[in-house]
């Protein structure tokens, strides 16, 4: 087999500099629309991802582009760090971080639309305390790794398109990459204008409440299933239910698979509504949501057995404002957004179980969610029932079926495989934050949702909580683990294969 193409993967990452370049061009605007002293430290660094992405391209691409699904996992495992490297300058540039390590924290959790945040900690400044285009960058680097810098680079850049379903393959979440079209360039294309066209129908929605500036922040991490507010409150902070009810409805959508939402816009909604991830989605949510409403209506409250239990939670009189709070927050977190309107740690025991459950959920294949992903759980439960009846009747051959088609073994082999390592990864995130003097529930917290790129987790890094007092290589840890779950793991972990940069 022929070795890596070290050219290829250079010159490609050199488009995707140069492409972030590009995108921060925007802050820039956004600190000189606003007369604000640092937004020269965007411009600086867009001026150094031009020229070093722009001379990569120039001197070492080759056109057309050999990529093979190879040159495609190196790209883009090596990508999400190259860019948040980068993207991480303009806040010690421009002096609103003091230490490299946090705004790179900050940068990777954007891109892998994690959300974990290290502002508003003791020596970080809080979130309303930084100027508007650095809140502006942290939400549009939710939004760029929503869909994925890959997918859109396959979009607008055509040059690219000759290797374009080697890095859709490797980019796009899911056990498997749904084409649109033939054409993968036409295909990113498509999930792109829908993307767009979402994130402005919920601007315009957010606009009787918030002025401009917060509705488009806050659609661009709810579509990206992020969850970066403009608000040391995050969503919580407007003390609005129409707000609330909005974001919670886009938080479900963004958790679809796209090429559902396209398929719906083009009629096809038997096809849609027949799908069996949608429908166990749909009830995964409902079914929590219930849960967590009972948690949390007074009346309910009033019937478990002690004081404590009730003083404790006051819990929400009226059902109605009870169901919001309770479908806001499931919707947060099995979508992977990580908003927050409450500090759920401190809601009843039935409620935190429910929750706890969810992180381990995920949105649906193809979304911009992130975690195991529901059609993972899917295809779990459908094989174990596999099992159950080939003993029953072990001479039978019984395939495994998804929407009427049969699955795979190769298919069930990397779901089986991806969850391990999903466990794995996890555990020993526990274990090395625990190594660092990290309390046990906020190592299992803050590991859980960092690779399930949820954003807040439990004990010191729950919902009113940051990651700022988390020792430096805590923070390292926590970012490659926001890596690995934003790519999927296999994507980050083969890397690590000594064969896979040799013949």
């Not at 089986?416 to 020993?428: C, E, K, M, Q």
């Not at 949820?454 to 919902?463: A, E, H, N, W, Y």
Request: glycine share 12%; net charge neutral; proline share 5%.
């Amino acid at each position: 087999m022929k070795v890596l193409n070290y050219r290829a993967v250079l010159s490609t990452l050199g488009a995707l500099v140069f492409f972030l370049g590009l995108a921060l061009l925007l802050p820039m605007g956004v600190g000189l629309l606003y007369g604000e002293a640092s937004w020269w430290s965007f411009g600086l660094t867009a001026l150094l991802c031009l020229g070093m992405g722009g001379a990569a391209w120039h001197f070492l691409g080759e056109h057309p582009l050999d990529l093979r699904l190879r040159e495609g996992f190196a790209i883009v495992a090596l990508a999400w760090m190259v860019l948040a490297l980068l993207g991480a300058l303009p806040f010690v540039l421009g002096g609103v971080l003091d230490a490299y390590t946090d705004a790179f924290f900050e940068t990777i959790s954007g891109f892998t639309t994690t959300g974990a945040t290290i502002l508003g900690g003791a020596n970080t400044p809080a979130i309303e305390a930084i100027p508007k285009s650095f809140l502006f960058w942290r939400s549009l680097t939710h939004w760029l790794g929503g869909m994925g810098i890959i997918v859109l680079t396959l979009a607008v850049m055509p040059i690219l398109g000759v290797g374009g379903m080697q890095l859709f393959k490797a980019e796009v979440p899911g056990p498997s990459a749904d084409k649109l079209t033939p054409r993968v360039r036409e295909t990113a294309r498509r999930l792109w204008l829908i993307y767009v066209g979402l994130t402005v129908v919920e601007v315009l929605l957010l606009l009787p409440v918030m002025d401009l500036f917060d509705a488009v922040n806050h659609a661009f991490a709810t579509m990206a299933t992020g969850g970066f507010s403009t608000k040391n409150g995050s969503v919580g902070q407007y003390g609005s239910a129409y707000v609330e009810w909005v974001i919670t409805l886009f938080m479900i959508l963004a958790g679809m698979n796209f090429a559902l939402h396209y398929r719906l816009l083009r009629g096809n909604v038997r096809i849609a509504l027949r799908d069996t991830e949608l429908r166990v989605y749909f009830g995964i949510l409902a079914v929590g949501t219930v849960l967590v409403t009972l948690g949390l209506w007074q009346p309910t409250l009033r019937l478990l057995p002690g004081e404590d239990a009730v003083s404790s939670f006051e819990g929400y009189a009226g059902l109605g404002e009870a169901l919001r709070c309770a479908a806001f927050q499931v919707a947060a977190i099995v979508t992977t957004t990580g908003f927050g309107t409450a500090d759920y740690e401190l809601w009843p025991p039935l409620a935190i179980v429910c929750l706890f459950l969810l992180f381990f959920v995920g949105g649906m294949a193809g979304s911009t969610g992130g975690g195991v992903k529901v059609v993972r759980h899917v295809l779990v439960f459908k094989n174990s029932f596999k099992e159950i009846k080939q003993l029953i009747h072990p001479q039978a051959v019984i395939p495994l079926r998804l929407n009427g088609r049969v699955v795979p073994p190769e298919v069930m082999g990397n779901v089986l495989s991806f969850i391990v390592l999903y466990i794995a990864g996890i555990t020993a995130g526990i274990a090395l934050l625990a190594l660092m003097g990290m309390d046990l529930m906020s190592a299992i917290g803050a590991s859980i949702s960092a690779i399930g790129n949820i954003g807040p987790g439990f004990g010191t890094v729950g919902p009113v909580e940051n990651y700022a007092h988390l020792p430096l290589p805590g923070k390292w840890v926590l970012a490659l683990l926001m890596v690995a779950g934003r790519l999927e793991i296999f994507t980050v972990l083969i890397l690590f294969v000594p064969a896979f940069w040799r013949h």
